[in-house]
């Protein structure tokens, strides 16, 4: 493990599904672990690619699990969609394929929003969508084809669920979607630097100055490394399965820090705190 890994940092950046909490239960360490960090100085906020919830919604689910932050300290892909694509394209029309809040998100930026079976939309925007189904995904493929730009808030195939089975995410319906049409979708979540160089706007840091925790190496800790944030990557091994660094060869992702759990790096934060105060 490397020492004083948070010299000169101002912020931490945590993911959330998988990392603060699994399902609804918050990971072992994590209150403590912010304690710490604010006692350093360092102030944190999150970074999702939950496509459904919004920073308010993220907010209260984290209230009932015991854990109180600031909703604008919760930075999630659903919030900044609309932003995306007003910066990308204008006000557009557009036709979200996802839940209520990414609707409200994409309405609030200025765009007007369609009916998924309607046609015309300048943009689809593809979030995770638990009533995905073929009629909507034909009606896609026609917009696509018709000329409408395809963008998804998160590439994700799935994310932990509680006892760790697999939930579909986002990347999953993208997919077929790509498969039908042939185009290669734009993605606005991590790895993509969107999110990453929008919260450290939002905070007003660099990117030498930030640390991303995340467990995706695909998504939290490859998007790190393009946004030249240092890393920590939460394996969730448990004692008896350590971390080996066979993904890293594999994948050529390389973190910074490799911690089995959230409550391993709250250990570490704790004790470099004690040397400083000595």
Known sequence: ?????????????????????????????????????????????????????????????????????????????????????KEKYGNVSVKTIGS?????????????????????????????????????LQQIAADIMQGACLIATNGDLYHPGVSGERIPETGSLLAAIEAVTGVTVECIGKPEPYMFHYGMKQCGVSPENCVMVGDNLDTDILGSIRAGLKSVWITNC?????????????TGIHPDIVVNSMEELYRIVAAETLTVKE
């Open 100 to 136: 209520a809040s990414l609707a409200r998100s994409v309405e609030q930026a200025g765009h007007r929003t369609v009916s998924w079976n309607d046609a015309g939309a300048d943009v689809v925007v593809i979030g995770r969508d638990t009533e995905f189904h073929y009629g909507k």
């Open 238 to 250: 448990s004692v008896d399965n350590p971390y080996t660094p066979s993904s890293e060869r594999i």
């Open 1 to 85: 493990m490397e020492q004083g890994f948070l010299f000169h940092t101002k912020v931490c950046f945590f993911d959330l599904d998988g990392c603060v909490y699994h399902g609804d239960r918050l990971s072992q360490g994590i209150v403590p672990l912010l304690h710490q960090l604010r006692q350093r100085g360092i102030s944190y906020a999150f970074l999702t690619n939950n496509s459904r919830l919004n920073g308010l919604e993220i907010k209260e689910r984290l209230a009932v699990m015991g854990m109180d932050v600031l909703p604008d300290s919760i930075f999630t892909v659903t919030d900044i969609a609309g932003t995306y694509i």
